[in-house]
């Protein structure tokens, strides 16, 4: 390959560097972020792409992905607002199972609105058209997590993926999405 066809390939369309300033979002705006994870469950029953799928469809934009195999230390800091719960033990070791799939999202409303297309905390409750309405049946068994506020999303990503790990860039459909009358 020449060096003229690298750089034109280079100079694709598509805008894409590391995210400059905050990396965790400004939430309220167009620029809000959201910490979304599949769980160990989600990965085993390769659910991965179905959980992805339904956020891009969305309309969201992917701006980080990463798989982890989470130490217990590493989901006990994740979940420590629940420390005090019955289920907390058994919420941390499901956790650190096995790998997950962490990401962020960015979009309009993608904390609240992320929060919705999951469904309720237990799948029982859960709406047939949710996530977790759709794919799962136990509590414990959930498949997905999501940020449930703006702190916590901040505070997720922050503790998730530095900087660097994360992109910005525009994609050709945005304005189709995001553009109002
Ligand atoms: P997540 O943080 O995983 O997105 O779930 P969530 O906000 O819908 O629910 P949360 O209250 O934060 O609970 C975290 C996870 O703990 C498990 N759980 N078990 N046995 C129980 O009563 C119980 N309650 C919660 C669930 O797996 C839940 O997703
Ligand atoms: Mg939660």
């Known amino acids: 390959m020449t060096a003229t066809a690298a750089t034109s390939w280079a100079a694709a369309p ?17 620029k809000e972020r959201t910490f979304i994870a599949c769980k160990p469950d989600a990965v085993q029953r390769k659910q991965v792409g179905e959980i992805i799928k339904r956020f891009e ?16 230390a590493k989901a006990a800091s994740h979940y420590s607002d629940l420390s005090t719960k019955p289920f907390f033990g058994g919420l941390v070791k499901f956790f650190s199972s096995g790998p997950i799939v962490a990401m962020v999202w960015e979009g309009t409303n993608c904390i609240k609105g992320g929060r919705m297309l999951m469904g309720t905390t237990n799948p029982l409750d859960s709406t047939p058209g949710s996530i977790r309405g759709d794919l799962c049946v136990q509590v414990g068994r959930n498949i997905i997590h999501g940020s449930d506020g703006p702190e916590s999303a901040q505070a997720e990503i922050a503790n998730w993926f530095t900087p660097e790990e994360l992109v910005e860039y525009t994609t050709v459909d945005e304005q189709w999405v995001m553009s109002n009358n």
């Open 14 to 30: 598509v805008a894409c560097k590391a995210a400059a300033g905050s990396h965790t979002g400004v939430p309220g705006t167009a």
């Open 57 to 72: 469809a969305k309309g969201w934009k992917l701006v980080g992905l990463k798989m982890v195999h989470p130490s217990e």
